[in-house]
Nanobody, 128 residues
Framework: QAQLVESGGGLAQPGGSLRLSCTASGFILPHFAVGWFRQAPGKEREGVAC????????YYADSVKGRFTISIDNAANTAYLLMNNLRPEDTGVYYC?????????????????????WGQGTPVTVSS
């Protein structure tokens, strides 16, 4: 059974760091496009970052460029989202998603519907 499980969320202070993990079972994650999305209370879901399985190209939301890094560990079958210099506006539930056919493009942030597999989400709170 294909499944994604996120972990690593929690409470962080402004300026701090967290690393989110997304471990896949039932399929080979490096063969899939992987995206990270988040939803803050009272707001719509937004794309945070994604990585293409075809060429390894990474895309980031403008609000996280230079602070967040998406990566995949092939051996661990796990995707990561390293989040540095966290801000209160980064607070939300973070979800990872994967799809075997989707090819990210510059409109990637609007393509959440393209992903077949979703994790359950991990909450992140940035507060002093």
């Amino acid at each position: 059974q294909a499944q994604l499980v996120e972990s690593g969320g929690g409470l962080a202070q402004p300026g701090g760091s967290l690393r989110l993990s997304c471990t896949a079972s039932g399929f080979i994650l490096p063969h899939f496009a992987v995206g990270w999305f988040r939803q803050a209370p009272g707001k719509e879901r937004e794309g945070v970052a994604c990585i293409s399985s075809r060429d390894g190209r990474r895309y980031y939301a403008d609000s996280v460029k230079g602070r967040f890094t998406i990566s995949i560990d092939n051996a661990a079958n796990t995707a990561y989202l390293l989040m540095n210099n966290l801000r209160p506006e980064d607070t939300g539930v973070y979800y990872c998603a994967a799809d075997p056919l989707y090819a990210p493009d510059p409109q990637w942030a609007d393509d959440a519907g393209e992903y077949e597999h979703w994790g359950q989400g991990t909450p992140v709170t940035v507060s002093s």
